[in-house]
């Protein structure tokens, strides 16, 4: 752990971030979109961005000797450990509803998204989203927090509820296997998951070392 991420994880972060990391149990959750949990994730980590913002945080970071593209990295690093954190306690879940819940007939009925493979792909992809829009967007200026985060909140829900809707779609039920049916199908949709959050991370790092390199603090 270098000295940066443990300065965001130690002086940066807000409690509530961490504690925002439980939102991931919201897999468990029957009759509920369960992708939600990410947004409430992400949302701890917002709130982290707006108290460091009120304690200019960003001129602290940038007055140490460290380079301007550290000051970036060092916040991607943080929103990455979170996500990180977060999807973790999804895996968790999720194996325990493909395994020791499989037969469970409250999941059965469930008319939502099953917590499978392709949930958590579709998971990573709105972390990447996340760090695309609101954390690129944030280091375009270095303090506007509002308007980057409004529109991840809207890129969030419509790909939520496209991502509730694709199951019921004739031809697209395998999306919503239970337990270990279609495991090769949601294996794959799961690297693509990993892949396209990937992807979408890198891209909006460097974006955002370049528009912060540009501004005059």
């Known amino acids: 752990m270098n000295a940066l991420l443990r300065k965001e994880m130690r002086l940066s972060a807000l409690i509530l971030t961490y504690l925002f ?3 991931g149990f919201m897999a468990l ?5 369960i992708l939600c949990g990410v947004f409430f994730i992400t949302l701890g980590i917002y709130q982290s961005f707006q108290s460091a913002r009120e304690a200019n945080d960003i001129v602290y970071t940038a007055l140490l000797p460290v380079a301007k593209s550290d000051v970036v990295k060092g916040k991607f690093q943080f ?7 977060g999807f973790i306690v999804m895996t968790i879940c999720t194996l325990v509803r493909m395994t020791i819940l499989f037969d469970s007939q409250v999941y059965r009925d469930n008319a939502l998204m099953n917590a499978n493979p392709f949930f958590l792909g579709t998971a990573l992809i709105l972390f990447g989203l ?3 829009i609101f954390v690129g967007g944030f280091f375009k200026t270095g303090y506007k927090i509002g308007n980057p985060f409004i529109l991840y909140m809207v890129a969030a829900f419509i790909t939520i509820g496209i991502s509730e809707t694709l199951h019921h779609i004739p031809g697209l039920e395998a999306l919503n296997a239970f337990g270990f049916d ?3 199908l949601q294996i ?3 690297l693509s998951g990993i892949i396209v959050f990937l992807f979408m991370t890198y891209l909006a790092f460097r974006k955002a070392t370049i528009d912060f390199e540009k501004i005059d603090l």
């Open 29 to 33: 959750l029957p009759g509920y979109p």
């Open 130 to 132: 996340f760090n695309v």
């Open 182 to 184: 279609e495991i090769f």
């Open 79 to 85: 929103v990455i450990f979170i996500e990180l954190c």
């Open 21 to 23: 990391i439980a939102f």
């Open 188 to 190: 794959i949709l799961l």
